[in-house]
């Protein structure tokens, strides 16, 4: 039977500004690695088999601080007998890829790796520094089956294109927002971010270690950490959600079962004020939403903001409770206060708490970034908020199982959805009454994945009722989709 074999080909060239060149070691070990012949220094990309594909698309990106001398942005070719490959990974051979860079100084330095676009490595990028330029590279190879053949059949395509980049804006920063340097120029940003895998707390360096392939493409298996995430006092039985009702029309839970919820407070008059909660992600991190801090025309200055981490009823004042101030706050550079949109934030403490059985971090999300695949799935929201005996800022806290919906179905729901969801946002709740309220802003949305419980979701907003006296819990609650945020947190987390 004859066969036949082309290759699909293309790479894409994108200028930004301003960062550092530097020596780093490869963000994903498993996958690629800098290797050298007598041709010089050269990328090594190993994809080891999953299962039976028709058809494989790899992806990569790389960052370059500086210019490239021409439009060449270098190649990804398979490494073996081309007629053969994909029959040979499907049979349980892995296949490897030589990525030749354009330069080698600077290095290029991975930013990502994806496979069947399936993002399977993720690495943080050059970060602002002293040089002028930014190029970032993206090349790709795709094999895939002719009908009626045994080989492999391509097309061949490519296109080159170099955006300029012009001066940053550094005027009129928001003291609260964390100042990227960005271009006027920016290329559209992509509806889903790719998600990262889980990292070993405390953050101390960029450099992450990517999940493992598995049987199933469509997920991606975090590594094991040395410090453990989103494991809390129930996990003797880490695959039952528990079922409770929640917050409002909710119930109480034990000490130390949602040992990353972390309670904010507004210092005032000489006085600690309850404002909001917040989910604890490394020893040093705090993810919250922005409006906690930021409300249209007014914010709290971080001087002022207590963070109580290991904390259980909010009149406790025991040895168990730490207490930090904070050292930054980084709202996030979209974030609009009239509207909501991009509400979350990320504050750093001034020193790292410790971990016990009170207080240990959730994971960040690893799992499908993709909405339609978590709906349906339920979550737990804990919190202070108010419920049916008072309002919030006081006494232990509740919690609620809510399941996830599409947007679609939530648009559908009420008008008012229509200008306050997006595609950086889910929607969560039965309808019933139950669910987050005035005072469990910021607090988590977290989802079993994998054995671990992992943020999804930042409580954002509600309708409030007929009477505006109350949260409208009739209705579904909006939430910042964490997952879409993930380059962003990571970012941020690799700085401070």
């Known amino acids: ?10 790479f894409l060239i994108l200028g930004f500004l301003s960062v550092c060149g530097q020596q780093f070691n490869s963000p994903c070990p498993d996958y690629f690695g800098y290797r050298q012949d007598s041709g010089g220094v050269y990328g090594l990309i190993t994809i080891k088999s999953f299962g039976i594909v028709s058809s494989l698309l790899v992806r990569a990106n790389f960052t370059i601080a500086g210019r490239l001398p021409s439009t060449y942005a270098g190649s990804l070719q398979p ?92 005027n009129d920063v928001n003291p609260f927002t964390i100042d990227n340097s960005k271009p006027v120029y920016v290329p559209p940003k992509p509806q889903t971010p790719p998600p990262v895998p889980e990292y070993v707390v405390p953050v101390s360096t960029t450099t992450r270690r990517p999940p493992r392939p598995e049987p199933d493409p ?10 453990k995430c989103g494991i809390n006092s129930k996990n003797d039985n880490p695959d039952a959600i528990p079922a409770a009702p929640l917050i409002y029309n909710g119930v109480t839970y034990d000490p130390g079962e949602w040992p990353w919820l972390v309670a904010m407070y507004q210092r005032r008059f000489g006085n600690l004020n309850y404002i909001c909660a917040g989910t604890l992600v490394t020893a040093n991190h705090i993810v919250s939403a922005a409006h906690c801090i ?20 909010l009149e406790d004042w025991n040895d ?26 990320i504050m750093t403490l001034e020193s790292p708490v410790p971990f016990n059985k009170m207080i240990q971090p959730a994971c960040l999300w690893s799992g499908p ?98 009477d505006e006296s109350q949260c409208d819990l009739k209705q579904y609650i909006v939430f910042t989709d964490a997952a879409q945020y993930m380059p962003w947190i990571t970012d941020v987390l690799s700085i401070t």
């Open 320 to 345: 168990d409770i730490v207490t930090r101030s904070l050292k930054e706050v980084y709202i996030h550079e979209d974030y609009n206060s009239t509207t909501l949109e991009n509400d979350i934030l």
């Open 294 to 313: 930021h409300r249209k025309s007014t914010y709290t200055r971080k001087k002022n903001i207590v963070i109580r981490a290991g904390i259980y009823g």
């Open 1 to 10: 039977m004859t066969m036949t074999y082309r290759v699909f080909f293309s």
């Open 79 to 170: 490494i073996g007998s081309e007629l053969y490959l994909l029959r040979d990974f499907n049979r349980g051979k892995a296949l490897e890829y030589r990525v030749t860079f354009p330069v080698v100084s600077p290095l290029p330095r991975l930013t990502s790796i994806s496979v069947n676009d399936k993002l399977v490595c993720y690495g943080p990028g050059d970060s602002i520094g002293e040089v002028q330029y930014i190029t970032t590279i993206s090349l790709q190879h795709m094999l895939f089956y002719k009908t009626g053949t045994d080989g492999i059949y391509g097309q061949d395509h490519k296109l080159a294109e170099q955006l300029p980049a012009t001066l940053p804006h550094t």
């Open 218 to 227: 469509l997920s991606i298996k975090p590594e094991p950490q040395s410090t």
């Open 369 to 466: 970034i993709v909405l339609n695949e978590i709906v349906g799935k339920s979550g737990i929201v804990a919190g202070w908020g108010a419920n049916e005996q008072g309002s919030g800022g006081k006494g232990i806290p509740r919690m609620v199982t809510m399941p996830v919906v599409s947007t679609e179905d939530c648009k559908a729901s009420k008008p008012d959805f229509h200008r306050l969801t997006s595609s950086r946002t889910l929607c969560a709740g039965d309808r019933t009454g139950a669910g987050p309220c005035l005072g469990d802003s910021g607090g988590g949305l977290y989802l079993l994945h994998r054995g671990r419980w992992r943020l999804r979701g930042i409580v954002s907003l509600s309708l409030l009722s007929d």
